[in-house]
C-alpha cells in the first residue's frame, strides 16, 4: 500500500510542510515535541484540513486542493488510536467495540465476540474504562478500531503516558495483535526506541517539515544530517572542517584526525554516539580521544562521563558506558579511549 502525503497548513507561528512517499506497511514519525507529528497524522486522518497538497493512499485520494477533493474522516477507511485510548467512559467494554459498527444486531455481536477473543478481553465485556488497566483500555480501543476493518491505522504516540516497565509490556503486546494485519500502520512518537522497535521506515520531522526519511535501521546507523542525528540519539554533534593533506579539524574539541577513507559529500559535521566509544584500543582502524578534566554522572546501570579531548577544548566529548564494561576492562578513569573509525557518523547539512 503506497502512502503519498505533501501538505502545507499555516498555524500562525506554525507552518506544517511536510512531504513524504513510502510503500513500507509499518511507518514511523519521529520529531521532537511541537514538530508537527500530531498534525500529520490528523491530516492524513481527516481530523486536520490542510490548506493546500494531496494525501493518496493506495491510489485512493483523501485530499487534492487542487480537484477540490477532502473526504471526511468516516470516508477515509482509517483507524485513528489516540494517546488516551478516547474510550467512551459511560459504555462497557462491548458497546466500546460495537459502537462504530452498522448493520444487523447478530452480526454486530458476532464481531463483538471475534475482536474480543483476539484482544484477550474475555470476561470483561460489562466493565467499563475506568474499570479496565491501562494495558487494557489499549487493547480494547485497538479492537474497537479493527472491528471496522480499516485500510490503514494511525497510532498518536500510544505509549507516552505508560511508566517503563508497563511501556515494554505493552509494546510487545501490541507487536503481537499487529503482526497479522496487512493493512499500513503509522506510529508517531518522540521516542527513537518505540521507532526503533516498531516501526520499518521512519520520516523525521522537524519544525513542520521531514528532515530525513529511510530505513529505520540504516536512517539511525547514518543520520545525514544534524537534525536527524540529535532525533535519533546522538549525543556528540559538532561541526567539522577540512585540513591541508586531507585531514579533518573539530574546532569546538580542538581535535584533528585524518580518516582512512575520504568521508563522501564534503561533510561539515560529524556525530558520535556516546555508547560506541572503546576502553581498549581495537585492532581495526580508529580515533584515539585523550580524557581530559572528566565529569562522572552514575546511573543505575552505567556512567555518563564528560570529558575535554584537549586543553584547549570548547566542548565535552559524552561518554556513556555500562558498569560491567568499566569494572571488567578497567576500574579506573582510562588516560584516553578510542572510537572505531566505521562508527564515526559524517554530516552534511
Not at 483507524?79 to 467512551?88: E, K, S
Not at 579539524?249 to 564534503?266: E, L, M
Not at 561539515?268 to 556516546?274: L, P, V
Amino acid at each position: 500500500m503506497a502512502v503519498e502525503v505533501s501538505i502545507k497548513k499555516d498555524f500562525g507561528k506554525f507552518i506544517l510542510d511536510v512531504e513524504f512517499h513510502s510503500r513500507s506497511r509499518r511507518i514511523g514519525i519521529l520529531g521532537a515535541s511541537g514538530s508537527g507529528k500530531s498534525l500529520t497524522l490528523k491530516s492524513i486522518a481527516g481530523i486536520e484540513k490542510p490548506d493546500s497538497g494531496k494525501i493518496t493512499v493506495s491510489g485512493r485520494t483523501f485530499q487534492d486542493s487542487r480537484k477540490g477533493i477532502f473526504q471526511r474522516p468516516q470516508e477515509r477507511r482509517v483507524g485513528y488510536l489516540f494517546q488516551n485510548y478516547a474510550l467512551f467512559p459511560a459504555m462497557n467494554v462491548e458497546q466500546n467495540i460495537a459502537a462504530g459498527l452498522t448493520g444487523k444486531r447478530r452480526e454486530r455481536q458476532r464481531k463483538v465476540r471475534e475482536m474480543t477473543e483476539k484482544f484477550q478481553l474475555q470476561g470483561l465485556g460489562k466493565q467499563l474504562p475506568g474499570e479496565l488497566s491501562g494495558g487494557q483500555q489499549q487493547r480494547v480501543a485497538l479492537a474497537r478500531i479493527m472491528v471496522c476493518e480499516p485500510d490503514m491505522i494511525l497510532l498518536d504516540e500510544p505509549f507516552s503516558a505508560l511508566d517503563t516497565y508497563l511501556k515494554d509490556q505493552l509494546q510487545r503486546e501490541f507487536m503481537e495483535m499487529m503482526a497479522d494485519y496487512p493493512g499500513t500502520l503509522i506510529l508517531v512518537s518522540h521516542s527513537r526506541d518505540e521507532i526503533y522497535r516498531l516501526s520499518e521506515e521512519v520520516i523525521v520531522l522537524e519544525n513542520g517539515k521531514a528532515a530525513g526519511q529511510g530505513e529505520t535501521k540504516r536512517l539511525f546507523e547514518n543520520p545525514g544530517n544534524r537534525a536527524v542525528a540529535r532525533l535519533t540519539g546522538c549525543k556528540n554533534i559538532m561541526d567539522m572542517e577540512p585540513e591541508e593533506g586531507g585531514g579533518l579539524r573539530i574546532p569546538g574539541w580542538d581535535y584533528s584526525f585524518v580518516p582512512a577513507g575520504h568521508p563522501a559529500q564534503n561533510p561539515d559535521g560529524i556525530a558520535i554516539r556516546a555508547h560506541q566509544f572503546c576502553i581498549e584500543k581495537p585492532e581495526e582502524p580508529c580515533l584515539a580521544f585523550p580524557v581530559l578534566d572528566p565529569l562522572i554522572t552514575e546511573d543505575m546501570f552505567e556512567y555518563n562521563i564528560a570529558f575535554r579531548p584537549s586543553a584547549q577544548a570548547k566542548e565535552r566529548v559524552n561518554w556513556k558506558v555500562f558498569k560491567d564494561v568499566w569494572q571488567k576492562e578497567t576500574g579506573r578513569m582510562p588516560r584516553q579511549i578510542y572510537l572505531r573509525e566505521k562508527d564515526v557518523l559524517y554530516l552534511r547539512g
